[in-house]
């Protein structure tokens, strides 16, 4: 059984900097490539990024291009994102997730597990 753990959530103002990490249980991890989604209130899970299994290949939804980058660690089983020049507008639960594929990165089709998320709210 797969596990995702996200951390690193929080409370930031407008313009600030927050890095979440997503930990995987699982002997592969390597194998698969790895996405965040976020879903703020009243709205639904929209795509953020992927990764490929490694890490030679990132995507990100054009809203956070230029501020977010994904990255992973196949050593420590880890995935992250670092989030940089925050908006409002960013404000969400961020979720990861584990992808099947490479292909058809932004549909939540792709991911067969996904972690329970983590708050990031950003102050104006």
């Known amino acids: 059984q797969v596990q995702l753990v996200e951390s690193g959530g929080g409370l930031v103002q407008v313009g600030g900097s927050l890095r979440l990490s997503c930990a995987a249980s699982?002997?592969?991890?390597?194998?698969?490539?790895m996405g965040w989604f976020r879903q703020a209130p009243g709205k639904e899970r929209e795509f953020v990024a992927h990764?490929?299994?490694?890490?030679?290949?990132?995507y990100y939804t054009d809203s956070v291009k230029g501020r977010f980058t994904i990255s992973r660690d196949n050593f420590k089983n880890m995935v992250y994102l670092q989030m940089n020049s925050l908006k409002p507008e960013d404000t969400a639960v961020y979720f990861c997730?584990?992808?099947?594929?490479?292909?058809?990165?932004?549909?939540?089709?792709?991911?067969?597990?996904w972690g329970q998320g983590t708050q990031v709210t950003v102050s104006s």
């Open positions: 699982g002997r592969t991890f390597s194998s698969y490539p």
């Open positions: 997730a584990r992808g099947r594929s490479s292909t058809a990165v932004s549909g939540a089709g792709n991911y067969d597990y």
């Open positions: 990764i490929d299994w490694s890490g030679g290949r990132v």
